[in-house]
């Protein structure tokens, strides 16, 4: 186990490993017994989210933003199902199934699982780059164009704006699961400065989200308590 039992993984990496979502996973979750101690690790962690798994075997895990719970999420549970080789993880929505394929690891989720998000289209890839972080405006803001509309490929940036610290999500599953809804067919997002999520619509309203997950070194600091 890790400096103390946090893993920090990057999920959604690009195709040469690179970039990704931050995410701290805290493999024993009962050293943070309730919501309070683990809301205060997540704040000071300051990843996008933090997971904390509550049963290794059964997959039943906790996700946290730096100032909230969250009841799904897509990159905490593609990661830790990757981190856990687990085939169902448990957040509190419900069973989240999970495949390997390669290098890819997929959930299958539902778009009523995400917490809302604002959907704005851009003309062009161009005017998604040039965005400030973040842009004026209240509310989760997910920006994307088409770069190339034939294939599914989608240029994205996400901005929680919220007073969190987190200006900009470097590659947000919840997101791509509404976009995938809304636009009915599959994607290959680029999202942030290079992290890609593909997503496939399946049966009865299911989509499946999938990526790949690298390893990184702990934070300096034990967790151990």
């Given at each position: 186990?890790?400096?103390?039992g946090?893993?920090?993984?990057?999920?959604?990496?690009?195709?040469?490993?690179?970039?990704?979502?931050?995410?701290?996973?805290?493999?024993?979750?009962?050293?943070?017994?309730?919501?309070?101690?683990?809301?205060?690790?997540?704040a000071?962690?300051?990843f996008?989210?933090?997971?904390?798994v509550?049963?290794?075997?059964?997959?039943?895990?906790?996700?946290?933003?730096?100032?909230?719970?969250?009841?799904?999420?897509?990159?905490?549970?593609?990661?830790?199902?990757?981190?856990l080789?687990?085939?169902?993880?448990?957040?509190?929505?419900?069973?989240v199934?999970?495949?390997?394929?390669?290098?890819?690891?997929?959930?299958?989720?539902?778009?009523?699982?995400?917490?809302?998000?604002?959907?704005?289209?851009?003309?062009?890839?161009?005017e998604?780059?040039?965005?400030?972080?973040?842009p004026?405006?209240?509310?989760?803001?997910?920006?994307?164009?088409?770069?190339?509309?034939?294939?599914?490929?989608v240029?994205a940036?996400?901005?929680?704006?919220?007073d969190?610290?987190?200006?900009?999500?470097?590659?947000?599953?919840?997101a791509?699961?509404?976009?995938?809804?809304?636009?009915?067919?599959?994607?290959?997002?680029?999202?942030?400065?290079?992290?890609?999520?593909?997503?496939?619509?399946?049966?009865?309203?299911?989509?499946?989200i999938g990526?790949?997950?690298?390893?990184?070194?702990?934070?300096?600091?034990?967790?151990?308590?």
């Open positions: 186990m890790a400096d103390g946090i893993e920090v993984l990057r999920v959604f990496c690009g195709g040469d490993g690179r970039h990704g979502n931050a995410l701290g996973v805290v493999r024993e979750g009962g050293h943070y017994p309730d919501e309070a101690s683990r809301q205060a690790l997540a000071e962690l300051g996008s989210e933090t997971v904390f509550d049963d290794p075997e059964r997959g039943f895990v906790d996700i946290y933003t730096p100032g909230l719970r969250l009841p799904f999420a897509g990159h905490p549970l593609v990661g830790a199902a990757w981190l080789d687990l085939e169902l993880v448990n957040p509190p929505v419900g069973e199934w999970v495949r390997q394929d390669g290098e890819f690891t997929w959930i299958t989720a539902r778009p009523e699982w995400s917490p809302p998000r604002v959907l704005r289209r851009y003309d062009t890839v161009a998604v780059d040039a965005l400030p972080a973040p004026p405006g209240e509310g989760w803001l997910y920006a994307w164009a088409w770069d190339d509309e034939s294939a599914g490929r240029r940036r996400g901005f929680p704006r919220r969190d610290g987190i200006v900009e999500d470097e590659a947000t599953g919840a791509a699961l509404l976009l995938t809804a809304e636009l009915g067919r599959a994607l290959n997002i680029t999202q942030g400065r290079g992290s890609q999520i593909l997503t496939a619509p399946g049966p009865d309203g299911w989509i499946e990526g790949r997950v690298r390893q990184f070194p702990p934070p300096l600091r034990s967790l151990t308590r």
